[in-house]
C-alpha cells in the first residue's frame, strides 16, 4: 500500500512486492518525483507501511512474519517484531507514539511497545486472519474486521471486545478508513460495495450509504476519503479508480489508471 507523509503530504511511502520500501518527494509535476530513498530489509514482499504521527518514522509489516520500525531520515531500522505470523496491516497508535499495532493473520491484533520491545497486548477474540485496524474516537477505540466476517470494536488497551457486529449478510472486509470529521468508517467489503458504519452513539450501519459499481472481490483495495469529506474513492480489480460524491453516493468519476492488475494502494492527498 502507500502513505503520504502526515498534515503536508510532502513524502510518500511505498510497500512493494520486490522486498523493499521506497520514500518519494511528492511534487505537484508528476514528471518530476524523486526517490529519495530505498529502505532494505525485509525478506518478502511488504504488505504494509504507516507514518508515525509526527511522520520522523514508519512501521512495516511483511509477508515474512515481521513488522519492522525505521527512521524516515537515517533509513535505520530501529526495532523488528515478530509473532510468526503474516501480517496484513501495521500502524502507529495515535494514543502513543511509542506504541504500534499489527493485524495477523493468526487471529490477533498485536501490540508492541518500542521502548521496551516487548509484546504489551494482545487482542484475540477473532475467529480467523485479521485484515485491518481502524481507530476512532480520537484514538481511545478502534475497530477490527476479519475473513470471520465479523466486526470486533474494541477499547484501547483493554484485550475483550466491547461490542460484536457479525449479520448473516456480511461479508469479508480486507481495508477500512475513517471520515475526516471521525463520525463514519468505509469499509471495503468482498461483495463489491463499500459499507458506511456510524462511530457516534452505537455503531451502527448507514443504511443510506453504500457505494457500489467497482468490482474488488479477492483484492484489498485501499478507500479513501477527500480531506474535505465531500469525495470517496476506491481502486478495482481492473485498475481503474473510482470516485463518489458522498452526500448523494453518485458515481462521479471512472479513471483508468494501470492497464494490468488491480489498483491497490490508494490515499487521497492531505491538502
Not at 119 to 124: D, G, L
Not at 143 to 155: A, E, F, V, Y
Not at 181 to 190: K, L, V
Not at 202 to 217: D, I, P
Request: with cysteine; net charge neutral.
Amino acid at each position: 500500500n502507500i502513505a503520504f507523509a502526515p498534515q503536508y503530504g510532502h513524502l510518500l511511502l511505498s510497500a512493494s512486492f520486490d522486498k523493499t520500501i521506497k520514500v518519494w518527494n511528492f511534487k505537484n509535476d508528476p514528471e518530476d518525483y524523486t526517490n529519495m530513498r530505498t529502505y532494505y530489509g525485509h525478506e518478502q514482499a511488504v504488505r504494509s507501511v504507516s507514518y508515525s504521527t509526527d511522520g520522523t518514522s514508519f512501521v512495516s509489516g511483511s509477508f515474512d512474519r515481521t513488522m519492522k520500525v525505521w527512521d524516515l531520515e537515517s533509513g535505520t531500522c530501529t526495532g523488528s517484531f515478530s509473532n510468526g505470523s503474516l501480517i496484513n496491516q501495521v500502524l502507529f497508535s495515535p494514543k502513543e507514539p511509542s506504541v504500534v499495532l499489527s493485524a495477523c493473520k493468526n487471529r490477533t491484533v498485536m501490540q508492541y511497545d518500542l521502548r521496551s520491545g516487548e509484546m504489551v497486548q494482545e487482542y484475540n477474540y477473532h475467529l480467523d486472519s485479521v485484515n485491518s485496524i481502524t481507530f476512532y474516537d480520537d484514538g481511545n477505540r478502534f475497530m477490527s474486521t476479519s475473513d470471520d466476517k465479523k466486526i470486533l470494536l474494541w477499547d484501547y488497551n483493554t484485550p475483550t471486545p466491547h461490542k460484536y457486529i457479525a449479520e448473516p449478510h456480511m461479508y469479508s472486509m480486507p481495508s477500512a478508513t475513517i471520515s475526516p470529521d471521525g463520525g463514519h468508517i468505509a469499509g471495503q467489503c468482498m461483495d463489491n460495495t463499500i459499507r458506511v458504519y456510524n462511530t457516534q452513539g452505537r455503531f451502527t450501519l448507514a443504511k443510506n450509504k453504500e457505494f457500489k459499481g467497482h468490482v474488488v472481490s479477492g483484492y484489498a483495495c485501499q478507500v479513501a476519503f477527500s480531506p474535505d469529506g465531500r469525495f470517496l474513492a476506491s481502486g478495482d480489480e481492473g485498475g481503474q479508480l473510482w470516485m463518489w460524491n458522498w452526500q448523494s453516493t453518485r458515481k462521479l468519476k471512472i479513471l483508468i489508471c494501470h492497464s494490468r492488475g488491480p489498483l491497490m494502494g490508494l490515499k487521497w492527498h492531505p491538502l
